[in-house]
T-cell receptor
Framework: AQSVTQLGSHVSVSEGALVLLRCNYSSSVPPYLFWYVQYPNQGLQLLLKYTTGATLVKGINGFEAEFKKSETSFHLTKPSAHMSDAAEYFCAVRRTGGGNKLTFGTGTQLKVEL | GAVVSQHPSRVICKSGTSVKIECRSLDFQATTMFWYRQFPKQSLMLMATSNEGSKATYEQGVEKDKFLINHASLTLSTLTVTSAHPEDSSFYIC???????????FGPGTRLTVT
């Protein structure tokens, strides 16, 4: 079975600083990995995804993530935080067995301070 | 990207009544739709998976008689919370996908408050 661990339920950064949100996964098969962002009282928006191929994945809003098989990680980064990046971020792994079911991490609340 | 809508965005109902939430895929045909529940400050909990034209598959611990799911067409799935109680108050989110894609597209969510 697949699982996702997000280290740090809350992360606080200064505006302009590097954003690093951690995600580690467990999967018995090559994983499909996703990062979603959720703003208050809204649904989830896909930031980026890794399926196969290049391990450094670029997404929307300047975010990127690197799939590291040896570390079973898929950390999300952004070089310079903006106030509008404050939101909840979820890492997810596609479950095996087809059907595109996802297993979500517990989420990381990103706070951006002036 | 693909667009998924939900209606209503928020609903308040009295205890004991039923409420229906609609989930529509606006620009693609969704062979599969998912229904999630999200408690405050928590992650999404998958409630059920619905495939067009067949019965929904419920996750363990989810009462199928309480949360009725219908996926009558390739663009519409509905979740009906029957005999709602205050503990059913939550944020319900649907998502849609298709066999040819590897991701889910999420709706904006519905805030249900049962008084």
């Amino acid at each position: 079975a697949q699982s996702v661990t997000q280290l740090g339920s809350h992360v606080s950064v200064s505006e302009g600083a590097l954003v690093l949100l951690r995600c580690n996964y467990s999967s018995s098969v090559p994983p499909y990995l996703f990062w979603y962002v959720q703003y208050p009282n809204q649904g989830l928006q896909l930031l980026l995804k890794y399926t196969t191929g290049a391990t450094l994945v670029k997404g929307i809003n300047g975010f990127e993530a690197e799939f590291k098989k040896s570390e079973t990680s898929f950390h999300l980064t952004k070089p310079s935080a903006h106030m509008s990046d404050a939101a909840e971020y979820f890492c997810a792994v596609r479950r095996t067995g087809g059907g595109n079911k996802l297993t979500f991490g517990t989420g990381t609340q990103l706070k951006v301070e002036l | 990207g693909a667009v998924v809508s939900q209606h209503p965005s928020r609903v308040i109902c009295k205890s004991g009544t039923s409420v229906k939430i609609e989930c529509r895929s606006l620009d693609f045909q969704a062979t599969t739709m998912f229904w999630y529940r999200q408690f405050p400050k928590q992650s999404l909990m998958l409630m059920a998976t619905s495939n067009e034209g067949s019965k929904a598959t419920y996750e363990q611990g989810v009462e199928k008689d309480k949360f009725l799911i219908n996926h009558a067409s390739l663009t519409l799935s509905t979740l009906t919370v029957t005999s709602a109680h205050p503990e059913d108050s939550s944020f319900y989110i649907c998502s849609a996908t298709d066999r040819s894609i590897y991701e889910q597209y999420f709706g904006p969510g519905t805030r249900l408050t049962v008084t």
